[in-house]
């Protein structure tokens, strides 16, 4: 089983800037695509960003510009760099990886962006 656990999160002022980290327990990289998801109370849950295995790169049209998802394949980590940041981006992030046959969720890291 892979295990997902992401940091980062916090309380940030608007316009400000927060990089969110997604350590998986294997490397799961090169098998699986990777991707952040977020839910903000009373709101589904939606795709923040993904990455592919070949290094192919999706992003929520909200999200484009402001955030950037990248991979450190040496520490099986996944990145999400969120910059400008807006009171409308607060949420619970999630971490996920996602394959032809498994999919695994991270916990999740509350973001807080005051105005």
Same mark, same amino acid.
């Given at each position: 089983q892979v295990h997902l656990v992401e940091s980062g999160g916090g309380l940030v002022q608007a316009g400000g800037a927060l990089r969110l980290s997604c350590a998986a327990s294997s490397a799961i990289f090169s098998i699986n695509a990777m991707g952040w998801y977020r839910q903000a109370p009373g709101k589904q849950?939606?795709?923040?960003? =993904?990455? !592919?295995?070949?290094?192919r790169t999706n992003y929520a049209d909200s999200m484009k510009v =402001?955030? !950037?998802?990248?991979?450190?394949?040496?520490?099986?980590?996944?990145?999400?760099?969120?910059?400008?940041?807006?009171?409308?981006d607060t949420a619970v992030y999630y971490c996920h990886s996602g394959g032809l046959s498994d999919s695994y969720w991270g916990q999740g890291t509350q973001v807080t962006v005051s105005s």
């Open positions: 849950r939606e795709l923040v960003a =993904r990455i !592919t295995t070949r290094g =402001r955030f !950037t998802i990248s991979i450190d394949n040496a520490k099986n980590t996944v990145y999400l760099q969120m910059n400008s940041l807006k009171p409308e």
